[in-house]
């Protein structure tokens, strides 16, 4: 049972380390409306992504296994999609600039041409279609990771710990955790702000951020089952 609790957790931390390269974020420059993306780092973001995904997924304990993974990743997307959504609102009817990207001429997904409405000296505002739906792709993906981590340490605790209760908090901080660690090697990779799936950066990051964040989930899991097992034989 360990050794299935091993795979899930590396399979799990992996998903969420590949999902944060998918997230459009702009950090500080996009908070001056100077680069597109979410106005924030990539590990805040991702943690908070990782809340909402977590606490959807509790809510659909004792459900399929299936049933939570699908919550958590719905949870995640969501609370990505709202925050992307409100963020160009603020662009647009807040700072007053269109929602543009120098990244590309067009957009892929509308193929609306960008380049005229780009600010000078800027590298855009706001979240274009390309980029939402790629934050969006992130989130399930990240979601889906969290929730499988969840599923599995909450499987192995719950048969052997009698308080429901206990083992939910344990699973949580776990599960929380896991996103806490991934999401500050992710954003290491990415070197500053991204803007998707798109973006030139993404084609040259993916790959090695992919690799650092599965040899990292290796050792997190190791550590993990450890530590599952010893609550288990205490």
Do not use: R
């Amino acid at each position: 049972m360990l050794l299935e609790l091993l795979i899930c957790l590396i399979i799990g931390s992996t998903l969420i380390g590949i999902g944060v390269h998918f997230i459009p974020v702009g950090g500080a420059p996009a908070a001056l409306s100077t680069s597109a993306g979410i106005p924030t780092g990539a590990p805040m973001i991702t943690i908070g992504m990782g809340i909402t995904g977590i606490l959807t997924a509790i809510t659909f304990v004792n459900q399929p296994n299936y049933l939570i993974i699908i919550a958590g990743a719905i949870g995640s997307m969501m609370m990505i999609s709202i925050t992307m959504f409100f963020s160009n609102i603020m662009h647009v009817y807040g700072v007053g600039v269109p929602i543009a990207s120098s990244t590309f001429e067009k957009d892929p997904i509308t193929g609306f041409n960008q380049t005229e409405y780009v600010s000078q000296g800027t590298k855009g505002h706001g979240i274009p279609t390309v980029s939402f739906l790629s934050g969006v792709l992130g989130a399930g993906l990240g979601g889906i990771g969290g929730s499988l981590a969840f599923t599995s340490i909450y499987s192995e605790l719950s048969a052997s710990l009698l308080d429901i209760n206990l083992v939910i908090t344990i699973t949580t901080i776990m599960s929380l955790m896991l996103f806490f660690v991934i999401a500050v090697v992710a954003s290491y990779n990415i070197g500053g702000t991204i803007q998707g799936f798109y973006d030139k950066k993404f084609k040259q990051k993916i790959l090695p951020g992919a690799l650092s964040c599965f040899i990292v989930s290796v050792v997190l899991s190791l550590i993990y089952a450890l530590i599952v097992w010893g609550l288990i034989n205490v």
